[in-house]
């Protein structure tokens, strides 16, 4: 027979939001990245590294400029998407002054970031304010943000997952299921609707 589950309960002093497992390390083990808020301070949301043995210590904690939205993993990144529209990358060393971040404004997105996911060497972003961004290094511990689409309000985006390293898929309010291909110019090659 198999052994039962163990759960263990670790009281914390603020709200979680979003978590994440971390892909192993030997010389830390388990990790967990949890994006948390203080809800009785305005403005106190940051994203903290977690070791399982003892959560109560971040090893790592980053201020977040808002509310988590979308939390990701890529075997050399940590990306946190916020409620604002900005978006921060921090490198798998965890060392938070390495991160870079992407402020919200007119050059990104202007609301929440729903849609976040990680395609190799890019990341795609789709928000609530209708707009599509790849994300990619620029070299010189920059990063690109280049606009795919902008429904311009009209639309709002839930979801964005890759499919391969060409072509992905998002999804939302106004906008059914759209299935894009990057070998075809950054279009949408395909779309549902989603009139049930």
Same mark, same amino acid.
């Given at each position: 027979?198999?052994? !039962?589950? $163990?759960?263990?309960?670790? /009281?914390?002093? &603020?709200?979680? =939001?979003? +978590?994440?497992?971390? #892909? *192993?390390?030997?010389?830390?083990?388990?990790?967990?990245?949890?994006?948390?808020?203080?809800?009785?301070?305005?403005?106190?949301?940051?994203?903290?590294?977690?070791?399982?043995?003892?959560?109560?210590?971040?090893?790592?904690?980053?201020?977040?400029?808002?509310?988590?939205?979308?939390?990701?993993?890529?075997?050399?990144?940590?990306?946190?998407?916020?409620? !604002?529209? $900005?978006?921060?990358?921090? /490198?798998?060393? &965890?060392?938070? =002054?390495? +991160?870079?971040?992407? #402020? *919200?404004?007119?050059?990104?997105?202007?609301?929440?970031?729903?849609?976040?996911?990680?395609?190799?060497?890019?990341?795609?972003?789709?928000?609530?304010?209708?707009?599509?961004?790849?994300?990619?290094?620029?070299?010189?511990?920059?990063?690109?943000?280049?606009?795919?689409?902008?429904?311009?309000?009209?639309?709002?985006?839930?979801?964005?997952?890759?499919? !391969?390293?060409?072509?992905?898929?998002?999804?939302?309010?106004?906008?059914?299921?759209?299935?894009?291909?990057?070998?075809?110019?950054?279009?949408?090659?395909?779309?549902?609707?989603?009139?049930?």
């Amino acid at each position: 027979m198999a052994d !039962s589950p $163990s759960f263990r309960r670790h /009281p914390l002093p &603020f709200s979680i =939001d979003l +978590v994440r497992w971390l #892909p *192993s390390s030997t010389s830390s083990g388990r990790l967990l990245a949890a994006a948390v808020h203080d809800p009785t301070i305005p403005a106190s949301s940051h994203l903290h590294l977690l070791s399982l043995p003892d959560p109560a210590s971040p090893l790592a904690s980053l201020p977040l400029s808002s509310r988590p939205t979308a939390l990701r993993c890529s075997p050399s990144v940590l990306a946190a998407a916020t409620s !604002s529209g $900005s978006l921060h990358l921090l /490198p798998s060393s &965890f060392d938070t =002054d390495s +991160v870079i971040s992407i #402020p *919200s404004g007119a050059g990104f997105h202007v609301g929440p970031v729903r849609g976040l996911d990680c395609g190799g060497e890019e990341w795609v972003t789709a928000g609530e304010d209708g707009r599509v961004h790849l994300v990619s290094d620029g070299g010189d511990g920059r990063v690109v943000a280049r606009r795919v689409w902008d429904g311009k309000g009209m639309l709002g985006y839930e979801t964005a997952r890759w499919a !391969s390293s060409a072509e992905f898929a998002t999804g939302g309010a106004g906008c059914g299921v759209q299935w894009w291909d990057r070998r075809k110019g950054d279009a949408v090659v395909a779309q549902c609707k989603a009139i049930w």
